[in-house]
């Protein structure tokens, strides 16, 4: 089987590394550079949980050849936060609690970033149709959806966006008022 | 067997120029395939379904991923470009909005990024979410071989189930939209055991426009997963060109085109089924699309 | 870490803290077992497995896989003839003399990767002699059924399991309370019916895994993704005879376990492969189309169940059998087909039932526990059933439910006396949150609308003596660490586990630290995190070792300051007389003591608080009757009710609403009892629609994810409102008692009833999908004209 000598950027930092033809991009970045944040649920492009950035759009990266990422740029989890600081993304998830068992964390947080990249005011059905391809058994979705809305004002009044004009559709509620935190 | 956890053994080759394509295939024979976003063709390699030994990459080829449109003969879509690009492309959302519809109804956003208009063509799957669209817009498949190019009528190019009227040695390299007829409107409506994100059980697209028919008007109906091939609903246009649009003719057409289908039982649905919603999003598909041309 | 904005919670018990593991999680930091790393020394297995559903195993020639390079050793079942299993040890770790499932393992390559010993698997021949396969428990328990297990009589079992040798049934229940026959008569109204379910699978989202290490000095290793580090063991080690203290287990994040990672499902195979190549770690890990073969499903079920009332609705008498498909091996199916049995009324007040359940051996995927436990299952008929009832007798379901539902203090089936709960308060809460009875109108003219309800019980299903460990240790800053057993596999362990601790001692929630990984080697013992009994029986153990801690502390402060303990209190981190009004922060104290006055020497020292809990009052049961003291510890009880739309025209179900309640006793964490509640709505939803499929043969039809559906994010209810009652629990920790499992027990007979009031129509078979429901309506349209 032919090996081929690739270069490629991961989160930020430029790899030269030996593949061989029948390597999977999720395979190069768990087993060659220890990468282990994104997972592996499936090989087959079902799950969602193998998702990264690549040249800034969400792929299965189990269903990227690791030979044709020659020449891309790579973002995975673990480049999402800025120097350890959380991204008002991650702590939106953080605030709605819409992490349980964290193996879907990952690969949700690649899809949601993307999407409000390049849609930063989503209705509450085009983030589920953005996340339709990040399975999670735990959660019920609901507050992960709820994360990506609170995320989506946040992130749009940082960059000075004006506010939508509808505020979004919660799904949840809940009958009982929260002291979430605080001394 | 269960599918391994891995990819087989194989060669990857990039070709770079349009002519090395059919040599390869030549050179390896069976042991060859092409590899465009491979969404579908890992899946089958790691299930044990086909064992190429090389898998030659065509995405990079000139023109495999351009889009162009020109006001006088229409739409050229590279083969290689992906589902989202299709969909996103302003000239496709601007003049073949059914075509971008039913590439956003293709699985997930992540796939819709690797798998391609063409993959999705030349895989002769007949749940090929693509091809009722590409059917009735009258697409054309462009295959290139050494000898030079051809044309396909897509409602000539699929033969059965994964088989299509691609030779060996044969490479597609775009598809071919004519411009369409002024005023129409169509519509792609797939029902699949999740509201999005999942194959077709069935997938109906419907396309009208106003034309000299004893109605007025000429409808186009491709369908999905309910046959052997994606296949027009030709009876059914007929209904159509005859009687006056409303809900009577429309009904009408539905049944029509759910005769045209010859679904098969399998682990997603049985055929009685996949019939009924012919009907049913046949009925829907017109009644939205006749919204809209009247 | 805690990602809190806030740096001091005080009394953290009943408040909406941040999780724990938020952090580690959202960074990619979080080590799940597949993470680890083992550098160039790891080996890598794969499993040659069955063909065939039922065969015998002529012969097995591992010589060609041998040959490839790179492969270290084969293994079957002749190296590995050892049996596990959790409570009826039936199962081979490699299949010995026959098959008895499609995917059964045969043999193990372990190879320098996993791609060589995948390549040598597909070279081990395997001569197989097929025999009958059998696939409904009807039909296995039929006297001509092809006998699964000859040796059945020779299993070593638990002493509350009863199999039948010479049949294919493994546990029979009974259960016998008045006399069913005598009150049919007195019945205004009975209504009898059978109900059945396929097997799904818990489709978490990371796939077992387990990485093996038997050292040449006999001490082995396991790091594995599982519920039940300390179970697991204890099994092993009673199996594979590896003494209890050379065994160690290691198990780092779990990515999902709903029941498919307790007990010992495929760990036993990845130790004993190991001991093939000491010295040198062995990775097994299963691709998720194995996920569907070759770990355990939830079992299958007939039942066939007949009740009837009298003529103001009040419950007179049940009779009911459940048959479980428990699949080819039933080890901890059994105990399944028991905790059905002895809760097989539902939460209803019957004086008079007749009940039998039998886990049943099938050719099919092993049936073991899924998030319910027997009790999904079951509500599926009686839910429906009891529906059903109502209508004959002409009352509203939710006030039928009213009346018959269990309260406190009522003598159940089994005569124990019901603790306290308040189901009612869980039936009026999810009725009002629904407009219960006014039903809105349907959003389009081919869409039919319809209300449905269910309640559930549960109890914590468990052998009588399961126990859990605390150790409570501090860090010179009086920050501390609380070394638990239990596993977060997402419900909030830890999170809990850190606010019970901080609310024991008196300390701020954001000084604790959960050490984790749980590790056999320095974790304390913890029977399973299961059973939904963490909250409950870990919390106790904590809070006890919480308070042995500070027990110490004051005793220490009390004689330093010359006071009665009984006059000082810890809080926010700092002693504190209630006389003196004198303060000693906690810091240093913790592990350094205190000197006496002018330095004279010292007092205390490193503190370390224990404690544990563990069931004394659990009784046997009958064996004729399943009558006896306490069968259980206790029951949680909660109600749902669905708001839905069918769209007659495609049969597709659209969720408007789930309403659901608990009696959850104490919510130690408010928000993250939500979060149960509404990941549990979507997964019972989910779970009306799955469904393992199999061919005439045994093999499985949609073995992936592309044809084994589970709800995706465009699928959720439009809305799930979710709230808890709190009834305290007796001995639970501020009263608390479990609910991570009783959340999805009842969604799928909810809809069936909201789809029978939507349509007219019932469905007793799962699953339910689109296209039967059209089916359905299409023949009620024919007969109708």
């Known amino acids: 089987m032919t090996m081929h000598s690739i270069t490629v950027t991961v989160n930020g930092g430029r790899e030269r590394l030996d593949v061989p033809s029948n390597m999977t991009l999720l395979q190069l970045l768990r087993e060659k550079l220890a990468l282990t944040g994104t997972k592996n649920g499936c090989s087959a492009g079902e799950c969602g949980a193998c998702t990264i950035l690549m040249n800034d759009e969400p792929v299965n990266s189990c269903m990227v050849l690791a030979v044709e990422a020659d020449g891309a740029e790579i973002v995975t989890v673990e480049g999402l936060a800025d120097d350890g600081q959380l991204t008002p993304l991650q702590e939106a998830f953080v605030e709605h609690n819409a992490v349980q068992c964290g193996f879907c964390t990952p690969g949700v947080l690649i899809s949601a970033h993307a999407l409000l990249k390049r849609n930063p005011h989503p209705t509450e059905e085009e983030i589920k149709l953005a996340l339709v391809g990040n399975l999670c058994r735990c959660t019920g979705y609901l507050r992960i959806i709820q994360a990506v809305q609170t995320a989506a004002g946040r992130v749009s009044q940082q960059a000075g966006l004006p506010r939508p004009a509808s505020g979004g559709v919660g799904a949840a509620s809940a009958s009982i008022s929260q002291d979430k935190g605080g001394a | ?294 | 870490m805690t990602v809190s904005k806030a740096t001091f919670t005080s009394d953290p018990v009943g408040k909406s803290v941040p999780r724990v593991d938020m952090y580690d999680k959202l960074t990619g930091i979080a080590l799940f077992t597949d993470d680890i790393q083992f550098g160039p020394n790891l080996y890598y297995a794969r499993l040659a497995r069955s063909p065939h559903a039922h065969a015998l195993i002529k012969q097995i020639d591992v010589s060609k896989a041998l040959e490839v390079p790179g492969v270290k050793a084969v293994v079957t079942g002749k190296d590995a003839p050892e049996l596990v299993g959790m409570y009826l040890v039936d199962r081979p770790v490699l299949a010995g003399e026959r098959v008895r499932y499609f995917g059964e393992p045969v043999a193990g390559v372990i190879a320098t990767s996993e791609a060589l010993a995948e390549e040598a698997t597909r070279l081990v021949k395997v001569e197989y002699e097929e025999l009958p396969a059998v696939f409904g428990p009807m039909e296995s328990i039929q006297p001509d059924a092809p006998l699964l297990h000859p040796d059945l009589g020779e299993y070593k079992v638990a002493s509350f399991i009863f199999p039948e040798p010479g049949t294919n049934i493994s546990e029979h229940f009974k259960l016998r309370k008045g006399d069913v026959e005598s009150a049919w008569p007195r019945c205004a109204a009975i209504v009898e019916g059978t109900f059945r379910l396929p097997q799904i699978q818990h489709v978490p989202l990371e796939p077992h895994v387990s990485v093996a290490l038997w050292e040449p000095s006999g001490q082995v290793t396991l790091w594995t993704s599982t519920q039940s580090p300390h179970a697991q063991r204890d099994l092993i080690a009673q199996s594979i005879h590896i003494p209890h203290g050379n065994l160690r287990v290691v198990s780092p994040y779990v990515g999902g376990g709903f029941g498919g990672k307790a007990g010992v499902t495929m760990e036993a195979c990845a130790v004993v492969l190991a001991r093939a190549v000491k010295g040198h770690p062995v990775k097994l890990r299963l691709t998720r189309e194995e996920e569907f073969v070759g770990t355990t499903m939830r079992q299958s079920l007939v039942a066939h169940t007949k009740i009837g009332c009298d003529a103001e609705g009040n419950l007179l008498a049940m009779e009911t059998q459940y048959y479980f498909g428990g699949g080819a091996y039933n080890d901890y199916g059994v105990n399944i087909a028991r905790a059905a049995g002895y809760s097989c009324t539902g939460p209803y007040d019957i004086p008079n039932v007749k009940g039998d359940s039998c886990s049943v051996y099938t050719n099919l995927p092993i049936g073991g526990p899924m998030r319910g436990f027997g009790m999904p299952e079951i509500h599926w008929g009686i839910e429906q059933i009891m529906d059903q009832l109502a209508e004959k007798i002409g009352m509203d379901p939710a006030e039928f439910r009213r009346r018959n539902c269990v309260k406190t203090d009522d003598t159940i089936l089994t005569s124990m006396k019901m603790p306290a709960i308040d189901l009612v308060a869980c039936i009026d809460k999810v009725t009002e949150a629904i407009n219960w009875g006014q039903e809105d109108k349907p959003s389009a003219p081919h869409k039919k609308r319809g209300q449905g309800i269910a309640i559930m019980w549960k109890a914590p299903a468990m052998p009588p003596n399961p126990g859990s460990s605390a150790v409570v240790r501090f860090n010179e800053d009086a920050t501390l660490n609380v070394e638990i057993g239990a596993q977060e596999l997402g419900q909030g362990a830890f999170t809990v586990a850190a606010q019970m601790a901080a609310q024991a001692l008196g300390v701020p929630y954001e000084w604790v630290r959960v050490s984790a990984p749980v590790d056999t080697k320095y974790s304390p013992y913890e029977w399973q995190t299961v059973a939904s009994r963490i909250t409950w029986s870990m919390g106790n153990a904590v809070k006890a070792a919480a308070e042995d801690a500070r027990r110490q502390i004051l005793e220490i402060v009390a004689e330093h300051w010359g006071e009665d303990p009984n006059d000082l209190d810890i809080k926010n981190g700092k002693v504190i007389s209630y006389k003196s009004e004198q303060e000693q922060p906690l810091q240093n104290m913790v592990i350094y003591g205190l000197p006496n006055e002018d330095f004279e020497g010292w007092k205390g020292g490193p503190i370390i608080g224990r404690g544990m809990f563990m069931l004394t009052y659990v009784t046997n049961l009958d064996f004729e009757t399943g009558q006896g003291t306490r069968a259980v510890a206790h029951y949680t009880v909660g109600a749902q009710a669905v708001d839905l739309e069918v769209d007659t025209e495609t049969g597709q179900v659209e969720i408007l609403k789930i309403a659901s309640v608990y009696d959850v006793g104490k919510a130690i964490n408010p928000d993250l009892v939500l979060t149960q509640i509404e990941g549990g709505a979507v997964h019972g939803m989910s779970s009306a629609f799955e469904a393992l499929r199999f061919d005439e043969k045994g093999q499985p039809l949609n073995r992936s994810l592309v044809d084994y559906r589970i709800v995706t994010a465009v699928d959720v209810p439009k809305e799930i409102h979710g709230d808890f009652v709190e009834t305290p629990l007796e001995d639970g920790p501020w009263g608390a008692r479990g609910v991570g499992e009783h959340v999805m027990v009842q969604t799928a007979p909810a809809i069936a009833n909201a789809i029978n009031d939507a349509l007219g129509i019932r469905f007793n078979d799962l699953p339910l999908s689109a296209e039967k429901i059209f089916l359905a309506l299409e023949e009620q349209k024919q007969e109708e004209t």
Request: proline residues 7%; glycine residues 10%; neutral net charge.
């Open chain 2, 1 to 294: 067997m269960l599918a391994r956890p891995g990819l087989p053994s194989f060669d990857y080759v990039r070709a770079s120029a349009l002519y090395e394509v059919p040599r390869l295939l030549e050179e390896h024979g069976e042991a060859a395939r092409l590899l465009m976003g491979g969404t579908d063709l890992f899946v089958r390699m790691r299930d044990g379904f086909v064992s190429p030994q090389i898998l030659v990459d065509v995405k990079h080829l000139p023109s495999m991923r351009d889009v162009s449109y020109d006001e006088q003969t229409g739409l050229t879509i590279g083969a290689a470009t992906t589902m989202n690009e299709v969909a996103r492309h302003p000239d496709v959302q601007a003049h073949y909005p059914l075509l971008a519809e039913a590439a956003s109804s293709v699985a997930s956003y992540q796939l819709r990024n690797r798998a391609t208009l063409g993959g999705n063509l030349c895989n002769g799957s007949p749940a090929a979410d693509t091809a009722p669209a590409t059917l009735v817009l009258g697409g054309r498949i462009v295959l290139y071989r050494p000898t030079g190019e051809r044309e396909i009528p897509a409602d000539e190019f699929f033969l059965g189930p994964g088989a299509t009227a691609m030779q060996a040695g044969e490479l597609m390299t775009a598809i071919r939209f004519p411009i369409l007829p002024p005023g129409s409107a169509g519509k792609y409506l797939k029902l699949g055991r999740n509201k999005a994100g999942d194959l077709a059980i069935a997938g109906v697209a419907v396309f009208g426009f106003p034309d000299g028919t004893a109605s007025g008007y000429r409808f186009r109906i491709g369908l999905a997963s309910v046959a052997p091939v994606p296949l027009r609903a030709r009876e059914a246009e007929e209904v159509l060109a005859a009687s006056p649009p409303g809900e009577e003719t429309f009904a009408l057409a539905a049944e029509r085109a759910m005769e045209a289908a010859s679904p098969i039982d399998d682990v997603r649905a049985s055929a009685a089924y996949r019939k009924a919603m012919v009907r049913a999003l046949t009925l829907r598909g017109l009644r939205e699309i006749w919204r809209q041309l009247s």
